[in-house]
DNA sequence: TTTCTGACTCGAA
DNA sequence: CTTCGAGCCAGAA
């Protein structure tokens, strides 16, 4: 692809859509990955417009595995049951064992 | 152009 | 240990 040519959202959108089954990640290391480290909100601002993408918002959570966008979903308790339905398990929108189901894409970009 | 906002983060009290 | 405040950047009005 030309980062060069996409939005700062885009690319944002680039990375969610790679987030592996049953992991989760978090808005700064998005924002790192992109080498906006200062620039978390903004990831959490683009996810805004991920609906009608293919982009898997639900396994974007802060850095403390707590599902402070859920609010954005249909339901306050989709956002939960879309990560226990991939073997996340997740008490009162927070994640369990996040250090575990955690994805860092600099690991695997 | 200026102003406002936000699905965050970190440091200090 | 928990709670609170300020900083940060990109995009829309």
Redo the contacts with the bound molecule.
Sequence with gaps: MKPETL???ERVYEVAKQIPYGRVT????IARYLG?A????????A??G??GKDIP??R?V???GLL??K???EGTNL?QQLLESEGIEVIDSQIKNFEKVFWDPAEHL
């Design positions: 939005s700062f959202f978090s808005y700064g290391a906006a200062r620039s978390a909100r903004m990831v959490g601002y996810m805004n991920s609906v918002a639900h974007v802060n850095r403390k402070t966008g609010q954005h979903f956002m």
